[in-house]
């Protein structure tokens, strides 16, 4: 977070009182400057042994798609080797990720899940 200083002249209390002295008092606020979060890709890769269908599961599980959605990337991982299922803060696809990888395990499927900086 990036901090920027603004002066502000304060009266000092010679100056409330009549007196005009040299005085001066200097304020600074800061106001703060968000940044957004870097975004990652969560993607799927093609392997030759994970079932179509559970491909489609796993996009509809983890991933909120519909079967239509699903079916459209699942082809798309098929044909070209890897596809898109979000986008999403660090935190988010890191989970993502390691809950497709925990479920393809427990399901015994090579189904890999990678995620990269957008």
Known sequence: MTMIAKPIRMQN??????????????????????????LYRVLLLNDDYTPMEFVIHILE??????????????????????????????????????????FARQHQHPLQCVMEKK
Request: charged content about 30%; proline content about 3%; hydrophobic content about 25%.
């Open 13 to 38: 209390d010679g100056e409330r009182n009549g007196e005009n002295g040299n005085r001066t008092s200097v304020i600074t606020r800061t106001k703060p400057k968000t940044k957004k979060p870097n």
């Open 61 to 102: 599980r983890f991933f909120q798609k519909d079967r239509e959605s699903a079916t459209r990337i699942m082809l798309h991982v098929h044909n070209h080797g890897v596809g898109e299922c979000g986008i999403f803060t660090y935190e988010v696809a890191e989970t993502k990720v390691s809950q497709v990888m925990d």
